[in-house]
């Protein structure tokens, strides 16, 4: 097939990308407005086109869209920190980006695989025996979170409405190389590399449930390759750790004592846990996720950023400096 895969410059899109390549005969093109979380670096050497536009942009995405096979949505603004100061480019891309597409694929009748995020389900309580799963009612805290769940809704409709050929899938917080700064874990190991201390928002209680970026990208283009029109999976791999344990982790692979971090000012309406049953996927598609050693997962990233500081270096004190406005 020949995909196109919107945000392929960014960390989860520019992943996919590379295991497309690695895994598949589909060629890439990559529609991507490459904002300051994208990155040509990540493509470098691959041979795919890179179409730089915006997807919200309803002539480029027609343009290119008549061209695939199938696309595959990962273009999205994703950062909720962002979306608390400024949520204008979250409604933009993730909601009429969305839009385009979807206007674009149904006129063309194109397959759509449509990536999305657990947070569209809100949160869980710590103690709750519950995790999500496909039938979990929609209940978004943030912008950012609101944004992906009007997304997916657009999507659903799109389906029943006008008999678009898509997928959706919604998956949990990824960590692997190529990161932005600005998000937990490569945050937080850039600072130690800078004599910085780690930074954790709250009580550090809250929950992720982390994923190996690759196993994400496997995921995505197994349900792409053989999911059933219509349907939605969750993409998990029973990662759940709290803040304070992937914290003092992150300190200990890196030689500093596992206390040496600050406790700051927490995330306004911070989502407690997330947590992901994944058990429609493995079962129907027979996914299962290869990176189930988080610390051993963790341990590569650390080098990965140890070995690109140039990549990242030219971030950091900027991400740095908004953080410090809100004394995080
Ligand atoms: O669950 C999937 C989601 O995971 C994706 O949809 C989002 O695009 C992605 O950004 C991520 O959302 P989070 O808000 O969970 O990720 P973030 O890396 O910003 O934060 C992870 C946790 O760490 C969260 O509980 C907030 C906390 N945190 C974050 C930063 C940046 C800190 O304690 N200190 C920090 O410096």
Redesign the pocket.
């Known amino acids: 097939m020949r995909l196109l895969v919107t945000g392929g410059a960014g960390f989860i899109g520019s992943n996919f990308v590379h295991h497309v390549l690695a895994h598949s005969d589909h060629t890439v093109t990559v529609l991507d407005k490459l904002t300051y979380a994208a990155s040509r670096e990540a493509l470098t050497g691959l041979p795919v086109e890179l179409v730089v536009g915006d997807v919200a942009d309803a002539e480029v995405v027609d343009d290119q869209v008549a061209r695939a096979d199938a696309v595959v949505h990962f273009a999205a603004e ?4 962002n979306s608390l100061t400024d949520p204008s480019p979250f409604i933009r891309t993730n909601l009429l980006g969305t839009f385009a597409i979807l206007e674009a694929v149904r006129k063309h009748d194109v397959r759509l695989h449509h990536v999305s ?3 569209v389900y809100g949160d869980l309580a710590l103690d709750d025996p519950m995790r999500f799963t496909e039938d979990t009612p929609y209940a978004p805290s943030s912008p ?2 609101a944004s ?1 769940a009007g997304s997916d809704h657009l999507v659903r409709a799109w389906v029943r409405s006008f008999g678009v050929r898509a997928t959706v899938s919604n ?4 960590y692997g190389p190529w990161q932005h700064i ?4 490569p ?2 190991i850039t600072n130690v590399i800078d004599g910085i201390r780690p ?3 709250g009580d ?1 209680l ?1 929950v ?1 449930d982390w994923i190996h970026a690759d196993d994400h990208s496997s995921a995505v283009l197994r349900i792409l390759e053989a999911g059933r029109v219509g349907e939605t999976y969750l993409i998990g791999a029973d990662g759940e750790k709290n ?1 304070l344990e992937v914290v003092r982790m992150v300190l200990e692979l890196m030689g500093q004592p596992a206390d040496a971090f600050d406790q700051v000012t927490d ?1 306004a309406g ?2 407690r846990r ?1 947590a992901i049953e994944s058990g429609k996927l493995r079962a129907e598609l027979g996914w299962a996720p290869q990176f189930e050693d988080f610390e051993a997962g963790l341990a590569d990233t650390i080098a990965w950023y140890q070995a690109h500081e140039e990549w990242w270096r030219p971030h950091k004190s900027a991400t740095e400096a908004t ?1 410090a406005l809100k004394g ?1």
């Open positions: 994703s950062h909720n920190d995020t657990d947070e950012y979170s992906k998956c949990s917080n990824n600005e998000k937990f874990i945050r937080q930074k954790v928002y550090g809250n992720r803040n995330r911070h989502d997330y953080y995080q």
